[in-house]
């Protein structure tokens, strides 16, 4: 019988690791935070009243198993003047489906099925949600792409209003044999899942071993100068009883040309991997070159990770 993994997340590095993991033998269950508001995703869920949409479609593109042309269509954006300018072709199929099942989990099984996903795509909640971000200099910003925007330090994050969390979610964290903490957005596509307290009691009564994936670069206003352990204090902060164990890192030498790149186009640096104090917090570090490239940008090498995890999973 294949393992279990439940994975919190959304966003580009969350795709990323599903595209990898997929190929392996295990169950995958990807939770995914619904409150990106900017974009197309914004603009559908202002006009529906739905769940965000567009990191549901990352995933749901990287776990697919059909022919690459229909990842292609998933991501499509219409450019045109018309309203549908900016709209990717999967945020409109989900959103659709949304309204022809009468809930977006319903939805995304009747996707799922035609694009033969090799995992399940869990929206985090039903819900309509709003995020909220507490900054250090106690402004209020409401609104996930307004948060992004501001680019000011976060202190804390919470939802407007407490959401009804998805029961599948509940029920596939409490019988995981690992919970992946995905690299991306810290506060605003990781924590955010955590800011709930089922699921946060799920994670407390599941046996699943706590692995998380931290970025390679920090993030404006998310985690300027963040070390690794920057990045685990502030995890450990949100969950309960139980806390991150193990972390995975990359220790290849990233090109000096993209540290440059990275730096001057989004103000972001290589995350510091703190040997000496995540020792002190008797962390387990995963190490590796998982440096690779495409279309011009630094990413995680999706394959040689999700080897390393599936390692760390069986022992």
């Known amino acids: 019988m294949n393992k279990k993994v439940v994975i919190l997340g959304g966003g580009t590095g969350t795709s990323t690791l599903v595209r990898g993991l997929k190929q392996f033998p295990v169950d995958i269950s990807v939770v995914v935070s619904v409150s990106d508001d900017g974009k197309s995703t914004g603009k559908l869920r202002e006009e529906f009243d739905i769940p965000a949409v567009g990191d549901l479609r990352k995933v749901i593109a990287s776990l697919s198993d059909t022919e690459p042309l229909f990842e292609s269509l998933l991501e499509y954006r219409f450019n045109t003047n018309s309203d549908l300018n900016g709209h990717a072709v999967g945020n409109l199929l989900l959103a659709a489906l949304c309204n022809i099942t009468g809930n977006m989990s319903d939805g995304i099984k009747s996707l799922s099925k035609v694009l033969n996903l090799k995992g399940k795509v869990l929206p985090l909640t039903e819900d309509n949600v709003t995020l909220i971000g507490v900054m250090e200099d106690g402004s209020l910003i409401e609104g996930e792409h307004n948060i992004t925007k501001e680019n000011k330090r976060i202190k804390n994050i919470y939802y407007k209003k ?57 993030q404006p206003g998310e985690t300027d100068n963040f070390t690794v352990s920057n990045h685990i204090d502030v995890l450990n902060g949100y969950l309960g009883k139980r806390k991150i164990k193990t972390v995975v890192v990359n220790n290849g030498k990233i090109p000096k040309t993209y540290i440059n790149k990275y730096h001057r186009e989004e103000e972001k640096d290589p995350v510091v991997i703190d040997k000496e104090k995540l020792s002190k917090m008797n962390i387990k570090v995963i190490s590796d070159d998982f440096i690779a490239t495409e279309l011009g940008s630094l990413k995680h090498d999706a394959i040689k990770l999700s080897l390393r995890i599936f390692e760390e999973l069986i022992i």
């Open 162 to 218: 407490d959401p009804v969390i998805n029961k599948a979610v509940i029920n596939d964290i409490k019988n995981a044999d690992m919970i992946i903490l995905s690299m991306g957005s810290l506060y605003t596509s990781i924590a955010c899942n955590l800011i709930c307290n089922d699921v946060v009691k799920a994670i407390d009564e599941s046996k699943g071993k706590i692995l998380y994936v931290c970025n390679m670069f920090t």
